[in-house]
Nanobody, 123 residues
């Protein structure tokens, strides 16, 4: 079994930064992506950033390119999302996820999800 636990969310002023962490445990040997998604109230979950577990290629949504950075620690036990220059439009629940096939930005391809952490950005 795989367990994902997010932390690091909170409230921040526009222009500020937050660093989200996702602790990963269990058998992840066959995974292809570890990713961050976010969900706005009343909206579908959307991809934010992903990292390929085999060779660490990274991918970002257009909305966060240049502001967010995804990374993985040396033990591959924690996925980070460094969020800089935050905007009120970034306010959402953020989730980490693990996939075994398919394109990273499609939520249907992800087999395991964390429970989420709330990020609130005020103007």
């Amino acid at each position: 079994q795989v367990e994902l636990v997010e932390s690091g969310g909170g409230s921040v002023q526009a222009g500020g930064s937050l660093r989200l962490s996702c602790a990963v445990s269990g058998n992840t040997a066959s995974s292809n992506y570890m990713a961050w998604f976010r969900q706005f109230p009343g909206k579908e979950r959307e991809g934010v950033a992903a990292i390929r577990t085999g060779w660490y290629s990274t991918y970002y949504s257009d909305a966060v390119k240049g502001r967010f950075t995804i990374s993985l620690d040396n033990a591959k036990s924690t996925v980070f999302l460094q969020m800089n220059s935050l905007k009120p439009d970034d306010t959402a629940a953020y989730y980490c996820a693990l996939s075994y096939s398919g394109w990273w930005a499609n939520p249907a391809n992800f087999a395991y999800w964390g429970r989420g952490t709330q990020v609130t950005v005020s103007s």
